[in-house]
């Protein structure tokens, strides 16, 4: 029960409190800074325990950005690189398998792959490298490409996404990633990103993936030139979709870093703001399971507290991330197991293993508590 409450808030947590959707009006209330974060942050967590109860998940994964060479010139990206430049990279097979095996020796479960549109690269050699990590690696799960990425292969290889997605899935992908979906709306991304893959472009391959069978995630880059209501714009459209096909699992949503991008010049968002947004997504996004807080991008301190604004989840250990780093994250680049579920522990919530689908894992050698019905579903490794 929630004992103190400002008057504009009022009609919004009956309403949260029925279980009741909430609109685009109301969602831009909640942004209101006269209505205090915590009252929002309350609100959000009696949906959260509604959902996930006191479990707080992780993974133990890995990322990989085989090149971080890109024919795209985002503005608020700081790894992308010219074909031409010093800091141009590609990763031949061999780097590929090798990170591919230091996955599975530390323990992971998930490689998280995207990166770049290499200019020379053809649709062959994304394909093969799900390929050749899967052969390897049977039961590391290939989260890979983001709805841009394949946006892109569909243009180049001129056949539609279906074909595209059935190519990758018996090349032995797993799922998708929620990246490139920035902001939606045309006012912001024809700022940000006008070249490439456009809302219904993207929202489209997502649509397909999940009708395919294939589960993903979403997200919305903010802290950068959108408003108020462009996030909640974002937010219905990601909603829409998922009362069509069910087929997201999480929503992460990203805080602008804005080091060594073209948009140098803007403030990061501040803690505030980030545990608001995070409160606000979990209130509006009713329908899509979990809230992932990446600590990466939050630091491990508003990660921490996120936990108690609507998240869920902190995303996993992590290994190799260059997205964030390459844009100013301070961030240590790897947690350790105990490292990740002291944190979670220290919130009074109980930190469950996850793999990428949200399976609880059960690893071979140790005990487990006793399970209750609706709880996640096991997974022995
Ligand atoms: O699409 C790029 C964003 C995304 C910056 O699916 C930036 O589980 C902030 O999508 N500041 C990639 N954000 C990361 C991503 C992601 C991360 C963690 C988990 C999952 C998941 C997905 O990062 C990009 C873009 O929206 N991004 N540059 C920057 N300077």
């Known amino acids: 029960m929630i004992s103190t409450i400002h008057p504009k808030l ?71 690189s010219d074909l031409r430049s010093s800091k141009g990279y590609v990763m031949s097979d061999d780097d590929i398998l090798r990170r591919g095996q230091e996955a599975v020796d530390n323990g992971c479960t998930e490689m998280h792959i995207v990166g ?59 799922s998708l990633p929620g990246g490139g979906a920035e902001i939606f709306h045309p006012e912001v991304r024809d700022e940000l990103c006008e070249h490439k893959a456009d809302a219904n472009n993207w929202l489209q391959i997502h649509r397909s993936a999940h009708q395919l069978g294939i589960r993903s995630n979403c997200t919305m880059l903010y802290g950068h030139i959108e408003k108020p209501y462009h996030r909640i714009d974002h937010l219905l459209r990601l909603r829409e979709l998922q009362d069509e096909t069910q087929g997201f699992q999480t929503f992460i949503p990203l805080a602008f870093h804005p080091e060594n991008t073209g948009l140098s010049h803007m403030p990061k968002p501040t803690a505030f703001d980030d545990l608001r947004t995070m409160a606000i997504s979990r209130l509006m996004l009713d329908n899509i399971p979990h809230i992932k807080a990446y600590w990466i991008m939050l630091g491990i301190g508003t990660a921490q507290n996120a936990l108690a604004y609507g998240s869920d989840d902190l995303d996993g250990t992590v290994r190799h991330e260059l997205i964030y780093h390459d844009a100013g994250a301070t961030t240590p680049e790897v947690l350790s197991v105990d490292d990740i579920r002291r944190i979670i522990s220290e919130t009074g919530r109980e930190p469950i293993e996850r793999d990428t689908l949200y399976r609880r894992v059960q690893r071979a050698g140790t005990t487990s508590k006793e399970w209750e019905v609706g709880d996640p579903v096991e997974v022995a490794i």
């Open 10 to 80: 009022k009609g919004i947590r009956e309403k949260v409190e029925a279980g009741e959707r909430l609109n685009a009006e109301e969602g831009l209330l909640l942004y209101d800074p006269e209505i205090p974060l915590n009252e929002v942050g309350q609100l959000a967590n009696l949906v959260r325990e509604r959902i996930n109860g006191n479990y707080a998940y992780y993974n133990i994964n890995t990322h990989l950005n085989p090149t971080n060479i890109c024919v795209y010139r985002c503005n608020f990206c700081a790894f992308r």
């Open 116 to 174: 770049g549109l290499h200019h020379q690269k053809k649709f062959d050699w994304y394909c093969n490298m799900v390929q050749i990590l899967h052969d390897a690696y049977p039961n590391l799960h290939l989260k890979a490409w983001t709805g841009v990425e394949l946006n892109w292969f569909e243009f180049m290889e001129k056949r539609p996404i279906e074909d595209i997605l059935k190519d990758l899935l018996d090349a032995g992908l797993g």
